[in-house]
C-alpha cells in the first residue's frame, strides 16, 4: 500500500516560470517531510525538508508548503532553471527514522 | 570526496548466485540504510543500523542479510538470487534519528540478475 504518492509522473516547465511538484500522503501520523531532487544514475540528494508545525519553509529558489488537513504538500522552484531537471522525490514520516518515499515527478525545464 | 560510497556500481550475475554490496560513509554518521528501487520507482526501505545495532528490518526475504562491522560501513548480501531482486540498491547514511534527520544516500548499484 502506497502511504505516499505523487501522482504525476512528469512536469515540464519553460526557464524561468514556476515548478510546481505535488505529493500526497495517506497517513495522519506523517509529521515530518523531505523532498529529494534525483539525476540520472545519481543516488538522491536532499533539498528541503518540512515539519508539521510548519506550513512553509523556504530556502532560496525552493519552498515547500504542507497542508495537514489535506494530507498534501508541495514544492515550488521558481525561477525555474535548466539545471532543475531532475527527478524530485517527496518522503514522509512519522518518527524522523522511517521514510516513505513516492514514487517520483520526472521535473523537465524547457531553456 | 564521496561522502556515502558503494561498490559495485553496476553487477550483472545469474540466478543462484551469491552477491554482496559494499558501503561506507565518511560523514560519521552514526545510523545507516539500505533501500531498494524496484522497477516501478518505488524506493523502500530494506535496513537501518545506528551504531552497527539493526533498528529497522522491514519484511525483506532473508536471502538478504547486512553486516555492520562498524558503524561507517554498512555491507548488503543477497544469497540465492531471483530474478526479482535486479534493482537499484541505495545504501544511505543519517547523522541522527528523529525529526530534522536528513538521509544522505549514495550513487545507488544497479544489480541485474539473469
Known amino acids: 500500500d502506497q502511504q505516499v504518492k505523487q501522482n504525476s509522473p512528469s512536469l515540464s516547465v519553460q526557464e524561468g516560470r514556476i515548478s510546481i511538484l505535488n505529493c500526497d500522503y495517506t497517513?495522519?501520523?506523517?509529521?515530518?517531510f523531505l523532498w529529494y531532487k534525483k539525476y540520472p544514475a545519481e543516488g538522491p540528494t536532499f533539498l528541503i525538508s518540512?515539519?508539521?508545525?510548519?506550513d512553509k519553509n523556504e530556502d532560496g529558489r525552493f519552498t515547500v508548503f504542507l497542508n495537514k488537513s489535506a494530507k498534501h504538500l508541495s514544492l515550488h522552484i521558481v525561477p525555474s532553471q535548466p539545471g532543475d531537471s531532475a527527478v524530485y522525490f517527496c518522503?514522509?514520516?512519522?518518527?524522523?527514522?522511517?521514510?516513505?518515499f513516492g514514487t517520483g515527478t520526472s521535473l523537465t525545464v524547457i531553456p | 570526496d564521496t561522502a556515502v560510497s558503494q561498490t559495485p556500481k553496476y553487477l550483472v550475475t545469474q540466478m543462484g548466485n551469491d552477491k554482496s554490496i559494499k558501503c561506507e560513509q565518511n560523514?560519521?554518521?552514526?545510523?545507516m540504510y539500505w533501500y531498494k528501487q524496484d522497477s516501478k520507482k518505488f524506493l523502500k526501505i530494506m535496513f537501518s543500523?545506528?551504531?552497527?545495532?539493526?533498528?529497522i528490518n522491514e519484511t525483506v526475504p532473508n536471502r538478504f542479510s547486512p553486516k555492520s562491522p562498524d558503524k561507517a560501513h554498512l555491507n548488503l548480501h543477497i544469497n540465492s538470487l531471483e530474478l526479482g531482486d535486479s534493482a537499484v540498491y541505495f545504501c544511505?547514511?543519517?547523522?541522527?534519528?528523529?525529526?530534522?534527520?536528513?538521509?544522505?544516500f549514495g550513487e545507488g548499484s544497479w544489480l541485474t540478475v539473469v
Open positions: 544511505a547514511s543519517s547523522q541522527r534519528q528523529g525529526y530534522g534527520n536528513t538521509i544522505y
Open positions: 497517513n495522519s501520523m506523517f509529521d515530518y
Open positions: 518540512i515539519s508539521s508545525i510548519k
Open positions: 518522503a514522509a514520516s512519522d518518527n524522523g527514522n522511517q521514510f516513505y
Open positions: 560523514l560519521g554518521h552514526d545510523t
Open positions: 543500523y545506528n551504531n552497527k545495532e539493526l533498528i
